[in-house]
């Protein structure tokens, strides 16, 4: 098995290594110091007098910082060690290492230390099939800094590495010749800035004594005064409360300021999507509305600047589309693979509506919304102008960038996703349930907006014919009567793709599923087909491409699940929503640390233990994001007017729950609720 890999992170960069702090590129992974998806660092070994040193523990402070304890010589030798060595890691804008040697014998004691250095300015989008790049190597050892540069038309990125005590500096890195006193320790602060040039670059260089004083005081005052403004859970479930503050801090860490914006807003994951993902971000904001609402209106503003204005194939870009990524890597610059702003995304439009709405009935901000009026109205219009690809009404996808674009535009993006029962994929394009789901809801929201904000009445009735229409004409054609649930998807001459998949879960969360048909699509998803144990599976048991290690085919992702639990509720289904919430929140206090990206749909009995997927992120913002709105979904809150209204169901086993100083309209309100088990034990006192 493949040791432990070890990372620190603050926003978009971060830097991943071995247990012992070594960094040797990988690849199968992304191993290294990446910003702005490039790796800047991809060797960073440290040796002392030749040899390499060994893991005793490690302290991890925060997201952003961590420590190494380790030892020279082999595991047996451990005890006999007469030197020890720290690595103090954190990063800001910037990498910083402290490295200290301690000397724990009686006599005077001389080593050579060595960091081996080196870069590759891998795009981090092309780990696993690497190419040489020429980088050029300065060893300044009067300055103490060795700077490895990469260029590329105006395409630049340059790696300054910086000793405080004098070094032999050559271009594979930095030598130290030392002694320490009997007792004595030595040590060197190691500073490595990098910076992006060309026309959209900037330089993220800072001084070492200004990187330290931030780490010390501006990064733990930034993550306390986050945490400080979340919400307060109390809890009598023994590790919820520990797992919620655990999943804030990591929604903390993922936070970034793309270049050229002033505000953070959230990104994917660590360590595959590290940038500025549309349908990540929308999702996490919805997520976390009750929890750390100030993340929508900086992301609705960036997605809202960032949105399309054209017809441009090889973006998959139309005129109202949102963002489905944005790259700062070379091959985004460069067009070598799918470039730097893409829009192949059909969920992210409809789902930018429903963030706008949503977050003014949370926090009564009609001025961002007369402000996003026009980006709004543009994303509504492109649902019938340009989604609506065959006529028929109903949203779907094709690519129009053919050589290298996304095939499936939808959440479920990976290339096999969308198939029948018998594994066929249908012909484009496509028209996937749960985005009729997003439209019936966007409109629906466009309706409220338009009337109560933009005082354009006229539009809003027709947004509201243009939604009872939709729902009416999708429960006629999605609906498989002779199996109780909706069709996965249409082909473009309207005949149904007929696999049971979790996106049903999605059309209970828009409020596009006919009332009386609820129920019988709520026991598919807690049925053992769909639901494993620990949450639902994308694609049920039984039909041929099952596959409970394929990423859409039968794996278990928190954040599809939070929004099934939510849809659940919706329709006053709580028996099932509850467990669903108490399966997800099993699993995540079971493995421990971070909530997974995915984990696989193996039956919860079979392996008795959560299996990750490689694939799979960790921390991911929509996989945090997951645990705090199935803790709204637990509690019932909803915001009604200027109140929050709670309206609890606990699943067994939680006990006591309290939601303290919930931010919105409303100032700030508390929530409490019990389970049924304590709350019949507290009435028989």
Avoid at 103 to 112: G, K, L, M, R, T
Avoid at 589 to 601: D, N, R, S
Wanted: hydrophobic share 40%; with cysteine.
């Amino acid at each position: 098995m493949k040791q432990e890999m070890v990372h620190v992170i603050a926003g978009n960069l971060f830097a991943t290594s071995d247990a012992q702090g070594d960094i040797e590129a990988d690849p199968q992974a992304p191993v290294g110091l990446f910003a702005y998806d490039t790796r800047f660092l991809s060797h960073w070994v440290l040796r002392i007098d030749g040899e390499r040193i060994n893991a005793l523990a490690r302290d991890d402070l925060t997201y952003f910082e961590t420590r190494f304890f380790l030892v020279p010589g082999a595991a047996s030798h451990y005890v006999d060690a007469d030197m020890s060595i720290i690595r103090h890691r954190s990063v800001h804008d910037c990498f910083h290492e402290n490295i200290t040697v301690l000397n724990h014998s009686s006599q005077p004691a001389e080593y050579i230390v060595r960091m081996e250095m080196g870069s590759d300015f891998t795009d981090i989008v092309e780990v696993g099939q690497l190419r040489q790049r020429p980088v050029e190597v300065t060893a300044d050892s009067a300055n103490q800094q060795l700077v490895l540069r990469y260029q590329r038309d105006r395409f630049v990125r340059e790696t300054t590495v910086r000793s405080t005590v004098p070094a032999e500096v050559d271009e594979q890195g930095m030598t130290f010749r030392i002694r320490i006193a009997p007792d004595g320790k030595w040590e060197t602060d190691l500073h490595v800035s990098v910076t992006m040039g060309g026309e959209e670059g900037r330089d993220l260089r800072a001084d070492l004594q200004a990187h330290q004083q931030t780490v010390r005081t501006g990064m733990r005052e930034d993550l306390a005064q986050w945490l400080d403004r979340a919400p307060q859970l109390v809890a009598e479930r023994n590790g919820l409360e520990e797992l919620y503050l655990s999943s804030l801090a990591d929604l903390g860490a993922l936070r970034y300021k793309p270049l050229s914006y002033p505000e953070r807003v959230p990104i994917g994951g660590l360590p595959w999507s590290m940038g500025l993902c549309g349908r990540d971000a929308i999702v996490t904001c919805l997520q976390t509305m009750a929890f750390t609402p100030e993340l929508a209106p900086a992301t609705l503003r960036m997605l809202a600047l960032m949105q399309g204005g054209q017809l441009d194939d090889a973006l998959d870009e139309e005129p109202g589309k949102i963002l489905a990524h944005l790259r700062y890597g070379e091959t985004g610059a460069f067009n070598d693979r799918v470039s730097a702003l893409y829009y192949g995304a059909a969920d992210t439009t409809p789902l930018f509506v429903v963030l706008l709405d949503e977050y003014e009935r949370w926090s009564g901000d009609a001025d961002l919304v007369r402000e996003l009026r026009h980006p709004t109205r543009m994303a509504l219009d492109w649902i019938d102008e340009y989604g609506d690809l065959t006529g028929d009404g109903y949203l779907r996808y094709q690519r129009r960038n053919e050589r290298d674009g996304t095939i499936n535009q939808c959440w479920k993006d990976s290339p096999d996703a969308i198939v029948d029962a018998h594994g066929r994929q249908p012909a484009f394009p496509r028209a996937t349930c749960e985005l009729q789901g997003y439209a019936y809801d966007a409109k629906r929201r466009g309706a409220r907006l338009a009337r109560e904000f933009w005082g354009d009445p006229a539009y809003a009735d027709r947004l509201d014919r243009e939604a009872a229409a939709l729902k009416e004409r999708f429960n006629r054609d999605f609906w498989l009567p002779h199996r109780e649930y909706y069709a996965l998807a249409l082909d473009p001459y309207g005949e149904p793709v007929d696999a049971l998949a979790s996106n049903i879960g999605h059309l209970l969360w828009s409020g596009i599923v006919a009332d009386d048909r609820a129920e019988a699509v709520a026991e598919h998803l807690v049925g053992p087909r769909l639901f494993n144990g620990w949450g639902v599976r994308t694609l049920a048991t039984g039909q041929r491409t099952y596959n409970p290690v394929g990423a859409h085919l039968g794996a278990v992702w928190p954040s599809d699940n939070a929004l099934i639990a939510a849809g659940l509720r919706r329709y006053r289904l709580d028996g099932q929503a509850a467990r669903i919430a108490a399966g997800v929140v099993d699993m995540a206090q079971t493995l421990g640390g971070a909530v997974p990206e995915v984990i696989a749909g193996y039956e919860r009995s079979r392996t008795t233990y959560p299996v990750q997927l490689a694939m799979s992120c960790r921390p991911q913002a929509w996989s945090s994001g997951a645990l705090l709105m199935l803790l709204g979904t637990m509690l019932g809150l909803r915001p009604t007017g200027d109140n929050l209204l709670v309206n609890p169901a606990v699943p067994e086993g939680f006990g006591r729950l309290e939601l303290l100083d919930i931010p919105g309209r409303w100032g700030h309100s508390d929530a409490y609720a019990r389970d049924r088990t304590t709350e019949r034990r507290h009435r028989l006192r």
